[in-house]
């Protein structure tokens, strides 16, 4: 019986050292996952700053900007139209809608994009299908809300990431 009993508490003590082996494995995978979104958003985040450009005529960069921001949840970035031949500049930033919303607020992400193209005049965010135009910014009217609200200017905001960061996220 004495046999039996050592061979009982031998087998718990090897189940008990397996399911804290087990349990903490999986403690760690989860610091892994959340780990891994927070340097993804940083990333983004980054790449997002490095597309910073002085002119909107720069294409490249500012489909980095502007496919990099997130948009709410009913709309996604589709493409851009360009206007740049003459001032003022603008830019149309396409989006598909993913279910129809009333929820229409862009103001962050024109802040941020306002920020990041130095040159650009008008925003206009617009839906793919049909071309109607959910929202439209100019840059002399965001400057005014920010200095309104208490904010920094847009030109204050362009030279520090960690401004420009709030309005990304």
Same mark, same amino acid.
């Given at each position: 019986?004495?046999?039996?009993?050592?061979?009982?508490?031998?087998?718990?003590?090897?189940?008990?050292?397996?399911?804290?082996?087990?349990?903490?494995?999986?403690?760690? =995978?989860?610091?892994?996952?959340?780990?891994? $979104?927070?340097?993804? %958003?940083?990333?983004?985040?980054?790449?997002?700053?490095?597309?910073?450009?002085? @002119?909107?005529?720069?294409?490249?960069? +500012?489909?980095?900007?502007?496919?990099?921001?997130?948009?709410?949840?009913?709309?996604?970035?589709?493409?851009?139209?360009?206007?740049?031949?003459?001032?003022? @500049?603008?830019? +149309? +930033?396409?989006? #598909?809608?993913?279910?129809?919303?009333? =929820?229409?607020?862009?103001?962050? *992400?024109?802040?941020?994009?306002? $920020?990041?193209?130095?040159?650009?005049?008008?925003? /206009?965010?617009?839906?793919?299908?049909?071309?109607?135009?959910?929202? %439209?910014?100019? &840059?002399?009217?965001?400057?005014?809300?920010? &200095?309104?609200?208490?904010? /920094?200017?847009? =030109?204050?905001?362009? *030279?520090?990431?960690? =401004?420009? #960061?709030?309005?990304?996220?």
């Amino acid at each position: 019986m004495k046999k039996n009993n050592k061979k009982i508490v031998l087998l718990l003590l090897v189940l008990t050292i397996s399911f804290t082996i087990l349990v903490g494995c999986s403690k760690k =995978e989860n610091n892994n996952i959340n780990n891994e $979104a927070n340097v993804e %958003e940083n990333i983004n985040n980054e790449d997002i700053y490095s597309n910073k450009t002085e @002119y909107v005529g720069d294409s490249s960069k +500012v489909v980095g900007i502007v496919s990099s921001l997130d948009y709410s949840k009913n709309y996604t970035y589709n493409s851009i139209e360009i206007i740049s031949e003459e001032k003022p @500049y603008g830019l +149309v +930033v396409y989006l #598909d809608e993913n279910s129809p919303s009333e =929820e229409k607020d862009f103001f962050n *992400q024109a802040v941020a994009t306002f $920020a990041l193209i130095e040159n650009l005049d008008n925003l /206009k965010y617009s839906l793919m299908d049909n071309k109607d135009i959910i929202e %439209e910014f100019n &840059r002399e009217d965001v400057d005014l809300i920010l &200095r309104e609200n208490g904010e /920094k200017s847009l =030109e204050e905001i362009s *030279q520090d990431k960690s =401004e420009i #960061d709030k309005y990304i996220n």
